[in-house]
């Protein structure tokens, strides 16, 4: 219409133009288009329309994660920026001698000892404000996670303060009990100093050769002994740890990692202590890197099923099983059943229902499929939804699915019926057919292969007493008695396996057969790396019953640590507990700090230090909120 009103004008053609200034005008629309897409990419700010007609890029910068895609969710975050970021357009960095250009850290493999930091190159100062008001210096796009959960009214809805109302212990008699607790303090401590000095940044320390140890469990991410101690630091007060332990994170804990990870490792260790430490402090980097980490997951469950694979390989987003589970077709009941707790809060922080959704589906399949005798046999096909072969252990491979359903209903705040009603069915079925009473009075829980015991118990599966203890309140009236006493007597059969070896530290495995009872039958059986699942049992049940042989039992152990275990360069698993001359494993796992220091701990603390009214601890020990709700809350407190 514009051009019609050009006087002089006669129209040539449909448009009402003749050829030359159709000509004309077609180049000055050129010219038009073509400013306009060069203002788009050489004017600042212009980085989210780039990505609007830019493929993503294959390679990546240093601190840079992208998420895979994954049907059904919408990430929290597309990158993760480097720690202590820089004002855009930063000065280069100046490197000391010897030091590696961060930029090359995209193509070159880290090296040993601490993953580098990038420098920041804003004022120090800011930063250092942050952190004195308990606020993690963040990005504006990590402050940008939609994020509705009030921190302050979380913490005003518990029953006890976090680490209990201990009387000022300037003015305690320095009596038994907390002299035993302060030795427990130091040998975390020294288990701490000792892994700082020689491994700090690795996943665990390797104290005979005082260096640090990788792994190939975790996919590339370091510092599993840093998250892991992280609620322990603050469970024992030692201040200056746990603030060298949130600057490793805040600083070096990269997500940009490009190799295969156990789901149910990452998940337990880093998400759980992560959870935890948010849950503890309301420091954000926390709950952010719980968050990222979790999306990093989720590919897992890209199966017919929706039950997850074992194994993700964070680069591709693919997933798989582990090659030694029936053939690698298989995935295993303890890893896909102990995902519940973080998941759950994982949606709780995040907002994001995906989470939530991918383990309540989980629970839909196991509903639905048939169970042998009421049993949940170790291994199930991520494809078809079968069983794979019929064998249930309590103790690896199947042991925390068990304890996560229990703990589903008091977390909670019980009425996750679904999970009671899945736990004292299985536990009925359990006690039916592989509950045993040795000659000797021993009552153990045995395993199960189509029908066919082996008369042993696992390590691990010396959880079960204290498991059952937690539960035993919540059964019906009738049971419960008996509960606590099957509790107790499955604790006592794991001490007598402490107790019937030359060091007081119990073996891998113990077996019950050929008049031998609660001892392991071979070498390969007889290892103790450093566990925590008798000393977990020994402090559920002293928090029921307040027997105080449980505190003794607990502190043969202590005794034992110190003088087997204890090395010059840190503490160390030892390969036969029937040897009272130590051959030591060279390896400080970081399950010691996480759970056997901290059950013992908290075994010698009054029960309102992180109460169980309050929390549950997930199977890696990580403390996890009870979803007390506003209601109850206010009706507490009129009571």
Known sequence: MLMRKVPGFVPASSWGLRLPQKFLFLLFLSGLVTLCFGALFLLPHSSRLKRLFLAPRTSRQPGLEVVADVPGHSSVREQEPAPNPAPAAPAPAVLAPGEEDPSNRAIHPRRNGWPRRTRPTGPREEATAARGNGVAALRPRERSIPFSFDFNAFRSRLHHPVLGTRPDESKEPQNRVRAQREKIKEMMQFAWQSYKRYAMGKNELRPLTKDGYEGNMFGGLSGATIIDSLDTLYLMELKEEFQEAKAWVEESFYLNVSGEASLFEVNIRYIGGLLSAFYLTGEEVFRIKAIRLGEKLLPAFNTPTGIPKGVVNFKSGSNGSWGWATAGSSSILAEFGSLHLEFLHLTELSGNQVFAEKVRNIRKVLKKIDKPFGLYPNFLSPVSGNWVQHHVSIGGLGDSFYEYLIKSWLMSAKTDMEAKNMYYEALEAIETYLLNVSPGGLTYIAEWRGGILDHKMGHLACFSGGMIALGAEDAKEEKRAHYRELAAQITKTCHESYARSDTKLGPEAFWFNSGREAVATQLSESYYILRPEVVESYMYLWR????????????????????????????????DVYSSIPNHDNKQQSFFLAETLKYLFLLFSEDDVLSLEDWVFNTEAHPLPVNHSESSSRTRARH
């Open 544 to 575: 029921q019953t307040h027997n105080p042989i449980y505190r003794e039992w607990g502190w043969e152990v202590v005794m034992a640590l110190e003088k087997y275990c204890r090395t010059e360069g840190g503490f160390s698993g030892i390969q």
